[in-house]
């Protein structure tokens, strides 16, 4: 009875229940838009530093992001080597620098430079990065429009010097909107007039069986000037910095914030103006013997049923959104656990929408019955 109740008091007014349920869809679209773009500019900062062959990144001091670091001075490597329980210890190098496209038009791009496997592209769709010529890059599809190519074979310069893409890649997103240029350490270096002994990052690999922390520690004493990361701590920095540092981060939760608030209010409001078109016969539900916890359910029964099936709306159109993301250079990550918490969010947030109504419920006279 107490299902079949509420669903009656909600259809009574039909268009006020779809105001309830246009309320829910927004704030579930606009909370899954603003987390799946904080979950994808999370995705984009770190991918390179998930994807680099290292344990320990060795940067100089004050780094704080993967695009921004200065050139280190070359003996950090050989001191590096000289730490017990360094297996190896790799240059890398990575720097903005101007495109030119085929129309003399620049953008800004982030060259990479690294060998050996350090930070090679993944999810290569076109051509083959083992297979790039000297003077062959690695891009993403996703910037085709950016840089101005066509495919395999396109032709640009950086710096005065030509260079042809090699291979495609798909997913590679920078967080800066500044693309991703993969080659070779030898061309990244003389396309920046960066000397060859020298790097933006040197990346240590620890043998293993050996304490990382403690190879960490160990490089802070042999190379002080520097800043030395485990791969955790680079992470963490880079978030650090893009996400919170230049406020990016926290606009896109202020929006999830405002969603949240939109929506609990919209669906508080109208379920508050449902009660009190059916206090009569809440009132006459207690003058019958029936609990207020009953008519409590009743009320939490409508909030159910409303945050289900405008979950149900809006997690359909979140999905939308986030499919039609995929290939542009901001997607929206919709996960699993993400779309499992909106349904927790959203239920809980009808739940305290009911408050107020459950506050009015209980402040009924049963008597009122027999006045009218």
Same mark, same amino acid.
């Given at each position: ?6 669903? *009656?008091?909600?259809v009574?007014? !039909? ?8 309320g ?6 606009? %909370?899954?838009?603003?987390?799946? %773009? ?25 780094? =704080? ?11 950090? *490597?050989?001191a ?9 210890? $790799? ?15 620049? +953008? ?7 060998? =050996?496997?350090?930070?090679s592209?993944?999810?290569?769709? $076109?051509?083959s990065?083992s ?9 993403d !599809?996703?910037? /085709? ?39 070779s ?11 060859s002994?020298?790097? +933006? ?11 990382v ?6 490089? $802070? ?9 485990? =791969? ?5 920095? =880079?978030?650090?910095?893009w ?12 929006? /999830?914030?405002?969603?949240?608030i ?12 449902? +009660?009190?078109d059916?206090?009569? $016969? ?18 939490l029964?409508? /909030?159910t ?26 997607p ?6 993400? /779309? ?30 027999f006045?009218?």
């Open positions: 009875m107490v299902t079949k109740l509420a669903i *009656r008091n909600l009574h007014d !039909r268009a006020r229940f779809l105001v309830t349920l246009i829910i869809l927004f704030a579930v679209v606009l %909370l899954a838009v603003q987390l799946g %773009l904080y979950l994808g500019a999370r995705k984009m900062i770190v991918d390179t530093i998930d994807h680099a062959g290292g344990d320990i990144w060795i940067a100089a001091y004050g780094s =704080n992001s993967f695009e921004q670091a200065t050139i280190l001075h070359g003996r950090e *490597r050989f590096a080597l000289s730490v017990p329980g360094v297996s190896a210890v $790799e240059p890398l190098v990575a720097s903005f620098a101007p495109w030119t496209r085929g129309d003399t038009s620049t +953008t800004s791009v982030v060259v990479v430079g690294a060998d =050996n496997g350090t930070l592209p993944w999810n290569v769709v $076109e051509g990065v297979a790039l010529s000297p003077d062959g890059v690695a891009v !599809r996703t910037y /085709a429009d950016t840089l101005g190519i066509s495919g395999i074979g396109a032709v640009a310069e950086i710096n005065g010097q030509r260079l042809r893409v090699d291979a495609l890649t798909d997913g590679i997103r920078s967080f800066t909107t500044s693309p991703y240029i993969f080659m350490l030898a061309k990244a270096r003389e396309l920046l007039s960066v000397p002994d020298q790097a +933006t990052f040197y990346l240590v690999k620890v043998q293993p069986g050996v304490d922390s403690g190879v960490k520690h160990a490089l $802070e004493k042999k190379l002080p000037g520097t800043s030395i990361f485990t =791969n955790a701590e680079f992470r963490q920095t =880079n978030l650090d910095y996400l919170f540092g230049t406020g990016a981060g926290v606009a896109l939760l202020g929006g /999830a914030v405002l969603g949240l939109i929506g609990t209010v919209v669906v508080a409001q109208t379920l508050y103006s449902s +009660t009190k059916h206090l009569a $016969e809440f009132a006459t539900l207690r003058a019958l013997g029936s609990s207020s916890f009953y008519i409590h359910k009743v009320i029964t409508q /909030a049923v409303s945050a289900f099936l405008g979950y149900g709306l809006g997690i359909a159109v979140s999905f939308a959104v986030a499919q039609a993301s995929l290939h542009t250079p901001m929206i990550m919709l996960t699993p656990q993400l /779309a499992a918490m909106l349904l927790v969010v959203t239920v809980v947030m009808c739940a305290v929408s009911a408050l107020s109504s459950i506050f009015k419920v209980t402040k009924i006279d049963p008597a009122m019955v006045a009218r």
